[in-house]
C-alpha cells in the first residue's frame, strides 16, 4: 500500500493537510531502504502557528461538555479499527514491524481512544471539609493547557495514543511531534483519524521533522513536554525547559531484568524471557536487557533460552512471515554487535547467534556476562539476552539494583511468597511475577525510576495525575 498525496511533504495545522518551506526528509521501508515516502521539516514558522492555533483551540475544547469530547474519542476508536489494515501496512514498512507486532500495536492504541473516552466523564474534583465557617473548598482537575508530545519510532502509533487520547479526553490540546523515522503512522495518518472523527481544528497539530522537538520544548506558550526516547534526550530536553519551569514528563529507557530463581518453572521462564528480549528486535524500553539466573538452574535456563532464540525466523516483514524484521539501522546492528564484541574481549560468551546480515540481527544469546561489560551496564535495544550467574538472592538483588534505571523487573518462582519478597525489594517502577518485563496494559500505571523516566507515569487514573493541575476554588456561603 501507498501512502497518499495527502500525506506527502505535509503538516497538520489547524485542521488541514499544508506545505512548508522546510526541507523535505526521506521515510523508509526499514527492511529494503527503498524510499516509500517523504515528510517535511517543520520551521520556526510552522511551530509557532501551530502552536498559537493549539491555544486558541483548546479553551473552546475544555468548555465542550465531557460527553462530546467522549463521543469524538469513540468515533476515532472505530475508524482507527476500522483502518487496522492500512495503518498495518505502513507500521510495517516505516517502522519494521512484524505483523502481529503492528496489527498489535494499533489494537491497543484503539482500546487508549475507548479508554480515554470513559476517562472524559470521569469525576476529577473534590470537596474538602473547610476550617472556617461557611467555607465551601473546591478542589477541581484542570488540563494543563498545550501538551507537546514528542514520541519514538519503535512503536509509534501506541506510544502517541497513549498520552494523546486521555490529553484530549482531559480537555488539553496536542501539538503532536513525532519520530522522523515514522512520520506517517506515528502522527499524520493519526491526524486523519482525528479529523474524520470530528475533532476540532486545532486541537491536534502534527509538525514532522526533527527540529520541531526542540522549538516545542522552549516554546513560551507549550504548558507541558511528554518526551518518549533516550535518556541522553531526555535530559537534554530537561535543562532546556527548567528555565521556563515547564512541567516535563520523560519516558527514558531501561536496563530491564529477568530473575529466575531456583525454583522457577524454567521452560516458563525462557519463553517469557525470549519474548521480552527478542520481540521487535529488542527495540522496546521495556525489553528484558540482563537475566540473572540462580546457579542451580543455569545451565537449563542457557539451554532453553537458547532453543527459544533459535526457532525465530528474521526477515522483511513486509514480504514474509517472520518472527523479527529489520533493526531500525544499520547503525544500530554495529552498536549492539559491538556491545557483544567488548564483552566478550571481557570475557563473555556467544552461546547463540551474534551474527547479522544488514539489517537483520539474528537473536543472541550471550552468557558469562558480569557487572563491567556493556552487554551488562548500558541498554542494548537489540535482539540481545545477556546472561548473568548468580549464587544467591542477594547477589541477585545486588546486581539488579546496581543500575541506573529502573523500569521493569520480571521474578520467576513457584514459590509466590518467595516472588513477592524479591519482587518488593527490587528497585523499579514495575515488577511482574511469572511473566516477562514487556508487559503493557492501557489501565495501570507505566512508568519507571531513576534514569527511566521522569514525572512520565501514565495509563488510568494515573493520567489525570499527568495531565491536569489541581485548582483550589473556595466559597464563603455567610458572605451571600
Known amino acids: 500500500m501507498t501512502i497518499t498525496e495527502t500525506l506527502q511533504r505535509r503538516l497538520f495545522i489547524d485542521g488541514e493537510f499544508v506545505g512548508s518551506d522546510g526541507d523535505t526528509l526521506p521515510v523508509t521501508d526499514k527492511a529494503s531502504g527503498a524510499v516509500i515516502g517523504e515528510s517535511v521539516v517543520a520551521t520556526d514558522r510552522d511551530v509557532d502557528r501551530a502552536v498559537a492555533g493549539a491555544v486558541a483551540a483548546q479553551r473552546e475544547w475544555y468548555a465542550t461538555p465531557a460527553t462530546e469530547r467522549a463521543a469524538i474519542l469513540r468515533r476515532g476508536g472505530a475508524i482507527l479499527e476500522r483502518e487496522t489494515g492500512r495503518f498495518q501496512d505502513i507500521l510495517i514498512r516505516e517502522g519494521g514491524a512484524v505483523g502481529p507486532k503492528a496489527h498489535g500495536e494499533i489494537g491497543a492504541s484503539v482500546i487508549e481512544f475507548f479508554q480515554a473516552a470513559e476517562l472524559a466523564t470521569t469525576p476529577l ?42 490529553a484530549l479526553a482531559l480537555g488539553n490540546a496536542v501539538v503532536l511531534k513525532p519520530a522522523p523515522e515514522t512520520p506517517f503512522t506515528g502522527g499524520l495518518m493519526l491526524a486523519e483519524v482525528l479529523a474524520e472523527a470530528g475533532l476540532p481544528s486545532g486541537v491536534v497539530q502534527v509538525l514532522t521533522g526533527g527540529p520541531a522537538g526542540a522549538a516545542l520544548v522552549t516554546h513560551p506558550q ?91 525466523t528474521v526477515g522483511d516483514p513486509y514480504t514474509s512471515q517472520v518472527d523479527l524484521g529489520p533493526m531500525v539501522s544499520t547503525r544500530q546492528v554495529d552498536k ?61 538483588l545486588k546486581i539488579v539494583n546496581g543500575t541506573r534505571f529502573g ?24 515488577v511482574h511475577v511469572n511473566d516477562g518485563t514487556a508487559l503493557h496494559e492501557s489501565q495501570v500505571p507505566f512508568g519507571g525510576t531513576a534514569a527511566s523516566g521522569l514525572g512520565d507515569d501514565l495509563g488510568g487514573r494515573a493520567n489525570i495525575d499527568l495531565l491536569t493541575e489541581r485548582r483550589w476554588t473556595s466559597l464563603q456561603r455567610n458572605t451571600l
Open 407 to 430: 523500569l521493569s523487573t520480571s521474578v520467576f518462582s513457584r514459590d509466590l511468597d518467595r516472588a513477592w519478597s524479591v519482587a518488593d525489594q527490587v528497585r523499579s517502577g514495575m
Open 336 to 396: 549492539a554487535l559491538a556491545m557483544v564484541a567488548s564483552s566478550v574481549d571481557l570475557g563473555a560468551r556467544v552461546v547463540q547467534g551474534g551474527t547479522a546480515d544488514s539489517v537483520f540481527l539474528r537473536p543472541t544469546v550471550v552468557d558469562r556476562v558480569r557487572p563491567g561489560m556493556p552487554l551488562h551496564d548500558e541498554e542494548v535495544f537489540a535482539p540481545i539476552a545477556p546472561v548473568t550467574v548468580v549464587d544467591s538472592v542477594d547477589e541477585a
Open 222 to 312: 507549550v504548558d507541558m513536554i511528554h518526551f518518549t526516547g533516550s535518556e541522553d534526550t531526555g535530559r537534554r530536553i530537561n535543562v532546556a525547559a527548567a528555565p521556563l519551569l515547564k512541567r516535563v514528563a520523560l519516558e527514558l529507557g531501561g536496563n530491564n531484568a529477568s530473575i529466575v530463581l531456583a525454583d522457577a518453572d524454567v521452560a516458563l521462564a525462557a519463553r517469557c524471557g525470549a519474548g521480552s528480549s527478542f520481540g521487535h528486535q529488542g527495540q522496546v524500553c521495556i525489553a528484558t536487557g540482563r537475566h540473572i539466573v540462580l546457579a542451580d538452574v543455569a545451565h537449563e535456563y542457557i539451554a532453553a533460552l537458547s532453543a527459544e532464540a533459535a526457532k525465530l
Open 125 to 166: 474534583g473534590e470537596i474538602i471539609p473547610s476550617g472556617q465557617r461557611g467555607r465551601v473548598n473546591i478542589v477541581e482537575r484542570r488540563p494543563v493547557g498545550v501538551v507537546g508530545l514528542i514520541t519514538a519510532w519503535n512503536a509509534p502509533v501506541h506510544i502517541a495514543m497513549r498520552v494523546l487520547a486521555p
